[in-house]
Nanobody, 125 residues
Framework: QVQLVESGGGLVQAGGSLRLSCAASGRTFSSTAMGWFRQAPGKEREFVAAISRGGTRTYYQDSVKGRFTISRDNAKNTVYLQMNSLKPEDTAVYYC??????????????????WGKGTLVTVSS
């Protein structure tokens, strides 16, 4: 059992930055791979970034490579998503998710075992 709570969303102008945080509790945080997903209005939920249990492997959606960085601090039971050079097309509800099995490839939403409630990111043009 894992509980996840996202924070850090808000309204920013294009070109700006935000850092999302996801605080975990329950199951030992270091035993779970973590991912960020997003869902824009009228769109399917899509993968954004993921990080392995030990933080040694990361995966990114092509559209965010070079702009977003996922990281984790297992001592704080927290995963982060640093978002730079934000674009209007990044506007979405961002969800934190956990996967118990090892992360060996880019995950899809159905691969994740636990989800947070999401935090809204709005990027104005």
């Amino acid at each position: 059992q894992v509980q996840l709570v996202e924070s850090g969303g808000g309204l920013v102008q294009a070109g700006g930055s935000l850092r999302l945080s996801c605080a975990a509790s329950g199951r030992t945080f270091s035993s779970t791979a973590m991912g960020w997903f997003r869902q824009a209005p009228g769109k399917e939920r899509e993968f954004v970034a993921a990080i392995s249990r030990g933080g040694t492997r990361t995966y990114y959606q092509d559209s965010v490579k070079g702009r977003f960085t996922i990281s984790r601090d297992n001592a704080k039971n927290t995963v982060y998503l640093q978002m730079n050079s934000l674009k209007p097309e990044d506007t979405a509800v961002y969800y934190c998710a956990a996967m118990v099995k090892p992360l060996i490839s880019t995950p899809s939403p159905y691969n994740m075992d636990y989800w947070g409630k999401g935090t809204l990111v709005t990027v104005s043009s």
